[in-house]
């Protein structure tokens, strides 16, 4: 499948917030209740359209726990969008988000945009974070903010979608510089029709002679 | 053999205590803390070991001078021509040899004490150092295998299938050592606790037997002290006549006067002027 552009993305947050559960939602549209726990990252991909482009979201699902810390700081590294999740009924998910994005800002580009997500919003009863705190939160540091539920799909799509149409954005603003591929932006391949999905000996030479236009 | 080289490295920098990812220290957090309860109880299990082992032959030694105290006095009691002194030395080292022999009886309790924390160490403190050594070793391991992951996560493209090979390879090592590594850790953290609670469940035990006979023998002894106290008082008192006159009696009256003058250097300059005017007069 041939793409106009690759955005790289990063899902972070605390361990048990259900990035993966997400991911699945996301990429498979299906839910498992149990997951494995992530060790370090695992790949996503879906191809979007915005603007009658195809867009090929290459989404990278980091591990939360705190031993991993600084193996998925390396991941940070070429991300164009960040998927900052909290768990809506554990509080101590939505403390750390300081930290989080504290994190994100200082391993990433400047210009990443980061998406606040308060994830399990169909566990009502159980909720210890207000929607409110969260849109305070986004507000106070300047980040886009959904909640959603990876069980019943809730605003799964539109997290992801909403988040590549503001890069989308950036990119017509030329706020990115497409062509320097640090900020998680690739041209696809759009002259070769033959390219198979990943992952798999793509023509990297197709993608890079695409980036001259 | 990829993997043997990213072990030794840890093991190494481990032995040597090179600087190790913060963030792998925090979170082990929980484990550390465990971990120095039960260096603590350790630790203190042989020091209670040893102060026991002090303890109950001093008061051996303690027993024994006490014993040959009273006895000695018993001896001079009988040889004293003096009827008084030599009640009282009979009296005092009779009750000073019954002392002796009754605080012996705190030893054989404090001996099940010592065998009791010995056991404890040699069975439950050994098995636990064994299941610690092991964890530490699944440590090691799970250490060297986040080090190779994250050497092998720097250059990473999914897209292009880049370096993707060679990170599955790391992260199914790292998961089947963070297994084992989760496995002893739980087994570490339940043990230690396990250890603290048995070892307060052999203190409330083996303490019981040592109380009893503190109490017994303070109970007895006082008593006895008691009954020797009041015997002592229907003694005549002893006629301190003749030693009277061997003590300095102006020493203490000498003291007296010193401390309870009020010192000012006027009554000093008064003093002056009277033993001057006392040398004019010569």
Redesign the interface.
């Known amino acids: 499948m041939s793409y106009a552009y690759l955005f790289k993305y990063i899902i972070i947050g605390d361990t048990g917030v259900g990035k993966s559960c997400l991911l699945l939602q996301f990429t498979d549209k299906r839910f498992q209740p149990v997951h494995d726990l992530t060790i370090g990252v695992e790949f996503g991909a879906r191809m979007i359209t915005i603007d009658s482009k195809q867009i090929k979201l290459q989404i990278w699902d980091t591990a939360g726990q705190e031993a991993f810390r600084s193996i998925t700081r390396s991941y940070y590294r070429g991300a164009a969008g960040a998927l900052l999740v909290y768990d809506i009924t554990r509080r101590e998910t939505f403390n750390h988000l300081t930290t989080w994005l504290d994190d994100a800002r200082q391993h990433s580009n400047s210009n990443m945009v980061i998406m606040l997500i308060g994830n399990k919003s169909d566990l009502e009863s159980r909720r210890e974070v207000k929607k409110e705190e969260g849109e305070a939160f986004a507000r106070e540091h300047g980040l886009v903010f959904m909640e959603t539920s990876a069980k019943t799909a809730a605003n799964v799509e539109e997290a992801f979608i909403n988040t590549a149409k503001e890069i989308y954005e950036k990119i017509q603003e030329g706020v990115f510089d497409i062509n320097n591929e640090a900020n998680g932006i690739k041209i696809g391949p759009q002259h070769s029709p033959t390219n198979p999905s990943l992952p798999g000996a793509t023509g990297s030479s197709g993608s890079q002679g695409g980036g001259c236009c | 053999m990829q993997h043997q080289y990213w072990v030794t490295k840890k093991s190494v920098q481990r032995k040597l205590g090179g600087k190790e ?4 220290i ?3 957090a929980e484990l550390d803390a465990k971990l120095e309860l039960f260096k603590s109880i350790n630790d203190s299990c042989l020091q209670l070991q040893r102060f026991i082992d002090l303890y109950q032959e001093r008061l051996c030694f303690l027993a024994q001078e006490e014993h040959s105290l009273g006895r000695y006095l018993k001896e001079c009691g009988k040889n004293e021509k003096n009827d008084s002194a030599g009640k009282i030395m009979i009296t005092v080292g009779k009750s000073l040899a019954y002392v002796g022999h009754q605080r012996l009886t705190i030893r054989p309790p404090l001996v099940r004490l010592h065998q009791e924390v010995d056991t404890f160490r040699g069975r439950a403190v050994t098995d636990t150092k064994v299941t610690v050594s092991e964890m530490e070793k699944c440590r090691t391991e799970y250490r060297a295998a ?1 080090s190779w ?2 050497s092998a ?2 250059q ?1 493209d ?4 880049y370096g ?1 090979d060679k ?1 599955r390879k ?2 199914s090592y ?2 089947s050592t ?1 297994y084992k590594f989760d496995k002893f850790t739980l087994a570490c953290l339940q043990k230690v606790d396990l250890l603290a609670a048995a070892r307060c469940n052999m203190f409330s035990h083996a303490l019981v037997p040592y109380i009893n006979a503190l109490s017994v023998f303070s109970t007895k002894t006082t008593e006895v002290l008691s009954t020797a106290s009041t015997n002592l008082d229907k003694v005549e008192p002893y006629d301190f006549h003749v030693t009277a006159e061997l003590a300095i009696p102006n020493e203490d009256k000498d003291k007296e006067t010193f401390f309870n003058a009020d010192y000012t250097d006027e009554d000093k300059e008064k003093i002056l002027k009277e033993s001057e005017s006392e040398w004019k007069g010569w």
Do not use: I, N, Y
């Open positions: 990812d913060e963030c792998v925090s979170s082990d986040l992951m994250k996560s720097q990473l999914p897209d292009t299938g993707v990170f790391a992260q790292v998961r963070k």
